[in-house]
């Protein structure tokens, strides 16, 4: 009790004698520019944050989804395979959805994530509806293609997009090159350098 007692007056003494700097540094000038720019940075923050969730909404309701299957499951027990959706134009997918995940799991998401997950639950979408490309592929590979047909192709309507984007999938899986050029063709994409899942059996977990 005597060891604890010491301890404790210790670190009050110690408490007390960073509270009396930190007033001491208040007064400073600087330092109050420093707590007031935070104080602002923090409201931007929240503004931002609600305001991006607005957009992500109010696009996900307007986007007339083209669905690749983004991730498949197969149960072994019971003999099924579960498909996860996402669309390649603005990447919504129900893989947040997944009913493994728990309330932990999904208060963990990241934001982006949570975001979509709170749109699809908050408007009662199970399965994502929209048009089935019956393709299996990485999510971030598809919209990374679909994104570089449209921005060379601004004005082609969605059978054409649809049709290159099947052409420019096919061509990078079936042209072998080294990982140098992997790398490169995943810079040229706005994928990650490490990004290595370029077949459908990626996909596959």
């Known amino acids: 009790m005597i060891d ?4 404790y007056d210790d670190i009050k003494k110690h408490r007390k004698a960073l509270v009396d700097e930190l007033k001491e540094l208040e007064k400073d000038e600087k330092v109050k520019k420093y707590i007031e720019l935070e104080k602002q940075e923090k409201k931007c923050h929240e503004i931002q944050t609600k305001l991006y969730k607005n957009m992500k909404f109010e696009e996900y309701s307007e986007c ?7 991730r498949i499951d197969q149960d ?4 099924r395979t579960y498909k996860f959706c996402g669309c390649i134009k603005c990447g919504l997918t129900d893989e947040v959805l997944d009913e493994a995940l728990l309330e932990e799991d999904i208060k963990s998401l990241p934001y982006k994530e949570k975001v979509m997950h709170d749109y699809l639950t908050e408007n009662h979408i199970w399965y994502l509806p929209g048009k089935q490309l019956h393709i ?4 971030s590979l598809a919209r990374g293609i679909y994104s570089k047909i449209m921005e060379a192709n601004p004005d082609i ?3 054409t997009a649809i049709c290159y984007f099947d052409k420019a999938l096919h061509n990078i899986r079936n042209t072998k090159v080294s990982e140098a050029r992997k790398k490169s063709r995943a810079k040229r994409l706005s994928l990650n350098h490490k990004f290595d899942s370029w077949n459908s059996d990626d996909i596959y977990n």
């Open 136 to 139: 299996s592929c990485d999510l």
């Open 157 to 159: 309507d969605e059978k």
């Open 64 to 70: 007339k989804h083209l669905l690749v299957y983004s």
């Open 4 to 7: 604890l007692r010491k301890d």
């Open 76 to 79: 072994r027990r019971e003999g």
